[in-house]
């Protein structure tokens, strides 16, 4: 099909859209720029209270359809059933997006040792990381794959981060204190890099993959978006960033929107970077 116009280009009604981690940070925002270029959202993520609130959010913003279903990305079980949901309810599946991760925002409760040194790094945290950022992004690319081979069409798009293209830079976390607790201290762990390397290859994998059945994959990678992180370290990862500054969480929507539509009709298996300059140099 070829669309000439700028707006039918990025059209997204009566799209389906699975957007997984919906009630985060950024998934909110993928959502909001979802929904406003027409698509009905499902709102997958493992709070199940706050997408149900979220979804009101956008359908009465919006007036598309928002489905709130309570998903373990990690969990294959728990999966299934969502897309299984979604198929009952919707009959197609057009777009998904791999957002949820394990990211670690609180105090030193929740934290238990997600910012431990490599040399001490628990094997638990680190194999929970995989099991959410990575086998997450396998296991879901696989169920709603079959539905999207099923319907010869499809978009994915799989949400990596700079530090899964380049290692991060440590000097920026030099003495600097979590927001949340003050006794401790943060930084990027390698189970986050290397998931989100991780999913740059197997956006790569399966964009060859199915490339005869119509479906485009393609990954996001944001650099850092600016959440209430401390002076301290908002300035040591501004003066790092070439453009000077954090990322405002309204900046990924354009990128989302883009490679949910047929803007990218000609991309797959492509990583676009948005990260202010940040792997530039
Ligand atoms: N915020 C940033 O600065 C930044 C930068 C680069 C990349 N990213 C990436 O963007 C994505 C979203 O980041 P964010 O800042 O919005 O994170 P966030 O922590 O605000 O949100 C993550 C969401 O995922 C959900 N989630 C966690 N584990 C899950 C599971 N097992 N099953 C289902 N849902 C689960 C959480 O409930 C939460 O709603 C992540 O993939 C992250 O790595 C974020």
Not at 48 to 56: D, G, H, I, R
Not at 79 to 99: A, C, S, T
């Amino acid at each position: 099909m070829e669309v000439n116009s700028a707006s039918a280009l990025f059209d997204l009604s009566g799209k389906i859209a699975i957007l997984t981690g919906a009630c985060g940070l950024l998934g909110q925002e993928h959502a909001h720029v979802l929904a406003e270029a027409g698509a009905n959202v499902v709102l997958a993520d493992l709070q199940l209270e706050k997408s149900q609130s979220f979804a009101q959010d956008i359908t009465n913003q919006w007036g598309v359809e928002a489905f709130p279903v309570e998903v373990n990305v990690s969990d294959k079980t728990s999966v299934e059933r969502m897309v299984q949901r979604v198929r009952e309810k919707f009959g197609q599946i057009d777009i998904l997006i791999n957002n949820a991760a394990l990211t670690v925002k609180g105090g030193s409760e929740q934290v238990k040792g997600y910012f431990s040194d490599f040399e001490d790094y628990p094997l638990d945290i680190w194999q929970q990381a995989l099991d959410v950022n990575l086998t997450g992004t396998f296991l879901c690319s696989q169920a709603v794959g079959k539905q999207m081979v099923q319907q010869n069409s499809g978009i994915i798009i799989n949400i990596s981060s700079t530090y899964g293209v380049v290692a991060p830079d440590q000097r920026i976390y030099e003495n600097v204190r979590s927001p949340y607790d003050p006794t401790i201290t943060f930084n990027t762990p390698a189970s986050y890099s290397v998931t989100k390397g991780a999913i740059i290859s197997l956006t790569r994998y399966l964009a060859t993959y199915w490339a005869g059945k119509n479906i485009r994959v393609n990954a996001l990678t944001p650099g850092g978006v600016y959440d209430d992180h401390g002076e301290e370290f908002v300035k040591n990862y501004s003066y790092r960033t070439p453009m000077g500054r954090m990322a405002n969480k309204t900046e990924y929507r354009g990128a989302i929107l883009f490679l949910a539509s047929e803007a990218s009709s000609y991309m797959t298996g492509a990583n676009l970077i948005a990260d202010g300059g940040w792997t530039a140099w």
